[in-house]
């Protein structure tokens, strides 16, 4: 349903002064019931959620999104209430299982962005964004569709939800001779093209009963689960005389017949203008024959016998049912649930058509249902140059481009905001993390990212680019298009990155003065597979604790001390780390600001963004991750508009923790600003130069709990003293400028467009059979344990293959 909130303000101020209308329609009612929670809204911080059930989703032109249909409940809801406790009253409220609704709702302002309620924060978030409004919608959705009336209808055995057979089929046309069986799934415009010049016939031959056939009544299958789609569609076909508006309108309601009959049966004739079909058991009678009427468009059945001696001729093999029409039935179940499994499309096949499919045709299906939905993976490629224009139009200052090859098929594409240009530049520290992740797609390729730590650690998307193949070239290019796009940034930038893939000579070479700090989790996996000693699981684990221990030491002492304890396990490894480069890896070394961030996976958030919109088309799935940083940077300025603290919350913590460690510690005061603290050790603090011996201050850009100490004894706040990028105000600064969504980027393009005549092609690449992978190589497939004997505690082998006791 849509809701219209001035009616209902109207409604209550009649019917609070006593000129209400009479309450007659069921809206109506709808909306006087609401008056109880009226006063209770303006009187403190509630809000009344208006719980919708039932209706659907549709698209506007400019993309926004309204809800038709459903039905409709209110509850009032404030700030004490928990997440639980409403959903709870929800499921209660529509009669739902508690574990089979989902809660979303739109920001104020935005309607092309559901956003779910999943916990007592985002009930809350919700609440906060919609104080300025007594109502706010709240959309139930479904994850299982529970029949009404069950009674006559056994549960599916798959665990997702029952078809819906009001989808529409699906037209695909291909060549067919007359004599050919069709089988029984098959949308029935595979068979013929029907926008050829229609041809007049002679139908004089044809007898015409005097009345109109019998419908024929469901036979050849006594199993009940297929009762309900029987019943909509058995009597699709009534008989001689029956008129259609087109030979289409006609093939398509004979497949449903024949589907509710459970029959097979094979086309004799088959044209724009007459069909004649028969069943395709041998010695079936049953066959029906109709055409078009003279000086008309209109189809009409001219003979039909609808007597079957096969007994129905049941046929439930998966060849009655092509790709298409698996499409046709699963496409409006695919809009809500985009991960129904083949398995499960399998299942409720047979379960609501009697029909049996195996996995390839479900899976075949669903990828025609996915492209009908999602659009042409194909058409996407060729929508680059448009889409790069409309994203730098509707959000000025951003940079979106890509490169094709010679054979104009697809190589990159690189997109990066304004807004988080521009959050990174005012607010975030010089401090980068690039990493990829693989693409799954139809044309597979690889996701490069650079992302940024906010004030308070968290992710903060800058820059990615999709390309065909991650290699050094594709690594450069980005790099080129990333210096391109913080053309007005002073600072030095750390990276924190691979040195493989060509990074270590790209940043140098494009980024100068800039610092590489390589990512240790690389830099782990790489130690261990070029070990060429034998090392239990236990030695391994001691050897890389001291590896990382090495790389977190501040100190050049604790780093000797670190790699001496490798030393003594394997001189190898030892070497090894001697021929690192480990002045670019050792904090003791390391000449840039890595804030104690010491690997490239940082950003996980944002590859799982990634991750999750990999399949649909390449423009769909950089609008999916424009959308999640979109809400990001809208939930996080909404967030710290709230925090009262100089410093960000984690930040803070971090402070206080410090600060709970200086009671032990004592200050040897001196005329200079260069103090003496001892405790545990004794350490030197320079306050000119936010200096300490332990290297903490310098480390995390926060100061040790000796330079509290001293700041303390001194009169001076710890506060004065910290980065600045982990101020309130510089969080904020991050998250001040929003991203504009992208309306009507799949209309053509205008004449006086730059990119009208380039044309985009899908890279040569496509996705190779079978189940692609879903774990990422990573440093814990390192510490994969390793086989060891019992008894001569030999690797690579157990006591009943060791040879010592053959």
Same mark, same amino acid.
């Given at each position: 349903?849509?809701?219209?909130?001035?009616?209902? #303000?109207?409604v /209550?101020?009649?019917?609070?002064?006593?000129?209400?209308?009479?309450? @007659?329609?069921?809206?109506?009612?709808?909306?006087?019931? !609401?008056?109880?929670?009226?006063?209770?809204?303006?009187?403190?911080?509630?809000?009344?959620?208006?719980?919708?059930?039932?209706?659907?989703?549709?698209?506007?032109?400019?993309?926004?999104?309204?809800?038709k249909?459903?039905?409709?409940?209110? =509850?009032?809801?404030? %700030?004490?209430?928990?997440f639980?406790?409403?959903?709870?009253?929800?499921a209660?409220?529509?009669?739902?299982?508690?574990?089979?609704?989902?809660?979303?709702?739109?920001?104020?302002?935005?309607?092309?962005?559901?956003?779910?309620?999943?916990?007592?924060?985002?009930?809350?978030?919700?609440?906060?964004?919609?104080?300025?409004?007594? @109502?706010?919608?709240?959309?139930?959705?479904?994850?299982e569709?529970?029949?009404p009336?069950?009674s006559?209808?056994?549960?599916?055995?798959?665990?997702? @939800?029952?078809l819906?057979?009001?989808?529409?089929?699906?037209?695909?046309?291909?060549?067919?001779?007359?004599?050919?069986i069709?089988?029984?799934?098959?949308?029935?415009?595979?068979?013929?093209?029907?926008?050829?010049?229609?041809?007049?016939? &002679?139908?004089?031959?044809?007898?015409?009963?005097?009345?109109?056939?019998?419908?024929l009544?469901?036979t050849?299958?006594?199993?009940?689960?297929?009762v309900?789609?029987?019943?909509?569609?058995?009597?699709?076909?009534?008989?001689?005389?029956?008129?259609?508006?087109?030979?289409h309108?006609f093939?398509?309601?004979?497949?449903?017949?024949a589907?509710?009959?459970?029959?097979?049966?094979?086309?004799?004739?088959?044209?724009?203008?007459?069909?004649?079909?028969?069943?395709?058991?041998?010695?079936?009678?049953?066959?029906?024959?109709?055409?078009?009427?003279?000086?008309t468009?209109?189809?009409?059945?001219?003979?039909?016998?609808?007597?079957?001696?096969?007994?129905?001729?049941?046929?439930?093999?998966?060849?009655?049912?092509?790709?298409?029409?698996? *499409?046709? =039935?699963?496409?409006?179940?695919?809009?809500?649930?985009?991960?129904?499994?083949?398995?499960?499309?399998?299942n409720?096949?047979?379960?609501?058509?009697?029909?049996?499919?195996?996995?390839?045709?479900?899976?075949?299906?669903?990828?025609?249902?996915?492209?009908?939905?999602?659009?042409?993976?194909?058409?996407?490629?060729?929508?680059?140059?448009?889409?790069?224009?409309? =994203?730098?139009e509707?959000?000025?200052?951003?940079?979106?481009?890509?490169?094709?090859?010679?054979?104009?098929?697809?190589?990159?594409?690189?997109?990066? #905001?304004?807004?988080?240009?521009?959050?990174?530049i005012?607010?975030?520290?010089?401090?980068?993390?690039?990493?990829s992740?693989?693409?799954?797609?139809?044309?597979?390729?690889?996701? $490069?990212?650079?992302?940024?730590? &906010?004030?308070?650690?968290?992710?903060?998307?800058?820059?990615f680019?999709?390309?065909?193949?991650?290699?050094?070239?594709?690594?450069?290019?980005?790099?080129?298009?990333?210096?391109?796009? /913080?053309?007005?940034?002073?600072?030095?930038?750390?990276f924190?990155?691979?040195?493989?893939?060509?990074?270590?000579?790209?940043?140098?070479?494009?980024?100068?003065?800039s610092?590489?700090g390589?990512?240790?989790?690389?830099?782990?996996?790489?130690l261990?597979?070029? /070990?060429?000693?034998?090392f239990s699981?236990?030695?391994?684990?001691?050897?890389?604790?001291d #590896?990382?221990?090495?790389?977190? *030491?501040?100190?050049?002492?604790e780093?000797?001390?670190?790699?001496?304890?490798?030393?003594?396990?394997?001189?190898? *490894?030892?070497?090894?780390?001697?021929?690192?480069?480990?002045?670019?890896?050792?904090?003791?070394?390391?000449?840039g600001?890595?804030?104690?961030?010491?690997?490239?996976?940082?950003?996980?958030?944002?590859?799982?963004?990634?991750?999750?919109a990999?399949? !649909?088309?390449?423009?769909?799935m950089?609008?999916?991750?424009?959308g999640k940083?979109?809400?990001?940077?809208?939930?996080?300025r909404?967030?710290?508009?709230?925090? $009262?603290?100089?410093?960000?919350?984690?930040? %803070?913590?971090?402070l206080?923790?410090?600060?709970?460690?200086v009671?032990? /510690?004592?200050?040897? $005061?001196?005329?200079?600003?260069?103090?003496?603290?001892?405790?545990?050790?004794?350490?030197v603090?320079?306050? &000119?130069?936010?200096?300490?011996s332990?290297?903490?201050w310098?480390?995390?850009?926060?100061?040790?709990?000796?330079?509290?100490?001293?700041?303390?004894?001194?009169?001076?706040?710890?506060?004065?003293?910290?980065?600045?990028?982990?101020?309130?105000?510089?969080?904020?600064?991050?998250?001040?400028e929003?991203i504009?969504?992208?309306p009507?980027?799949?209309?053509?393009?205008?004449?006086?467009?730059?990119?009208?005549?380039?044309?985009?092609?899908?890279?040569?690449?496509?996705?190779?059979?079978?189940?692609?992978t879903?774990?990422?190589?990573?440093?814990?497939?390192?510490?994969?344990?390793?086989?060891?004997?019992?008894?001569c505690?030999?690797?690579?082998?157990?006591?009943?293959?060791?040879?010592?006791?053959?």
């Open positions: 349903m849509t809701w219209h909130q001035p009616r209902l #303000f109207r /209550l101020c009649d019917l609070v002064n006593g000129e209400g209308p009479i309450i @007659t329609t069921k809206f109506e009612v709808f909306e006087a019931s !609401l008056l109880q929670f009226y006063e209770k809204v303006m009187a403190g911080d509630k809000i009344i959620a208006i719980c919708q059930l039932g209706g659907e989703f549709e698209t506007d032109k400019d993309g926004s999104l309204s809800y249909g459903g039905d409709a409940h209110a =509850i009032d809801v404030d %700030e004490q209430m928990k639980n406790d409403f959903k709870t009253e929800v209660e409220m529509f009669n739902c299982s508690f574990n089979a609704i989902l809660l979303k709702y739109f920001l104020p302002g935005n309607k092309k962005t559901l956003i779910t309620i999943s916990n007592d924060k985002d009930l809350q978030r919700m609440i906060k964004f919609n104080g300025d409004s007594a @109502t706010t919608d709240v959309f139930v959705i479904l994850e569709i529970v029949e009336d069950v006559n209808m056994p549960a599916s055995r798959s665990s997702r @939800t029952t819906s057979e009001s989808v529409p089929p699906v037209d695909v046309v291909d060549d067919m001779v007359d004599g050919n069709i089988p029984l799934g098959a949308s029935l415009d595979d068979v013929v093209d029907t926008n050829h010049i229609d041809m007049n016939i &002679d139908d004089t031959q044809i007898d015409l009963p005097d009345e109109i056939s019998p419908i009544p469901l050849g299958s006594n199993d009940e689960k297929h309900k789609t029987a019943q909509q569609w058995q009597n699709t076909i009534t008989g001689v005389g029956q008129r259609f508006s087109s030979v309108e093939r398509e309601l004979l497949r449903k017949y589907i509710a009959h459970q029959f097979a049966f094979k086309y004799k004739k088959n044209d724009s203008h007459r069909v004649t079909v028969k069943c395709k058991a041998e010695g079936c009678p049953w066959r029906i024959h109709a055409s078009r009427l003279s000086t468009q209109l189809i009409c059945i001219k003979k039909m016998n609808p007597t079957h001696t096969c007994e129905g001729a049941v046929v439930t093999n998966g060849n009655q049912a092509t790709r298409s029409w698996v *499409a046709s =039935i699963i496409k409006e179940k695919l809009k809500v649930f985009p991960n129904y499994k083949p398995k499960d499309i399998v409720d096949i047979k379960q609501e058509y009697g029909i049996q499919l195996n996995y390839f045709q479900a899976w075949r299906g669903k990828e025609i249902a996915k492209e009908q939905l999602q659009g042409s993976y194909k058409e996407a490629y060729n929508q680059l140059p448009l889409f790069c224009e409309r =994203i730098m509707t959000n000025p200052g951003s940079l979106a481009t890509f490169t094709t090859k010679e054979d104009s098929s697809f190589h990159r594409l690189f997109v990066s #905001f304004h807004a988080s240009l521009y959050g990174f005012q607010g975030c520290r010089p401090l980068l993390f690039l990493d992740v693989p693409l799954k797609s139809k044309y597979q390729g690889t996701l $490069l990212a650079a992302t940024a730590a &906010d004030g308070d650690d968290g992710v903060f998307p800058v820059a680019a999709v390309v065909d193949a991650e290699t050094n070239d594709d690594w450069h290019w980005f790099l080129l298009q990333l210096k391109s796009a /913080l053309s007005t940034a002073t600072c030095p930038i750390t924190v990155a691979d040195k493989q893939k060509g990074l270590r000579e790209s940043i140098a070479e494009i980024f100068k003065g610092f590489h390589y990512c240790l989790r690389y830099l782990t996996e790489q261990v597979k070029d /070990l060429k000693g034998q699981h236990e030695v391994k684990r001691l050897m890389i604790e #590896f990382y221990a090495a790389a977190y *030491a501040p100190t050049p002492e780093f000797e001390r670190s790699i001496e304890s490798i030393k003594s396990i394997s001189l190898e *490894a030892y070497n090894w780390i001697l021929q690192s480069e480990y002045l670019n890896w050792a904090n003791a070394f390391f000449q600001a890595r804030y104690n961030h010491m690997t490239s996976n940082f950003g996980e958030l944002f590859y799982s963004w990634a991750s999750d990999n399949e !649909l088309p390449i423009t769909q950089v609008d999916v991750i424009r940083i979109m809400e990001l940077i809208y939930t996080r909404t967030d710290s508009n709230q925090w $009262l603290t100089r410093l960000t919350p984690s930040m %803070e913590e971090k206080e923790k410090e600060s709970l460690k009671r032990s /510690l004592q200050v040897l $005061l001196s005329a200079g600003r260069t103090f003496e603290v001892r405790g545990d050790s004794i350490e603090v320079d306050i &000119d130069h936010w200096d300490c332990c290297k903490g310098q480390l995390t850009g926060l100061p040790c709990c000796h330079a509290i100490a001293v700041l303390s004894c001194i009169g001076c706040s710890p506060y004065d003293y910290c980065s600045r990028y982990f101020m309130t105000e510089s969080y904020r600064s991050t998250y001040s929003s504009n969504p992208i009507d980027f799949d209309r053509p393009a205008m004449k006086d467009s730059s990119q009208l005549a380039v044309t985009v092609t899908p890279p040569p690449t496509r996705r190779p059979p079978g189940r692609p879903t774990k990422k190589i990573g440093t814990q497939d390192v510490m994969k344990r390793q086989l060891q004997c019992s008894k505690k030999g690797l690579g082998h157990n006591k009943s293959t060791c040879k010592e006791t053959l």
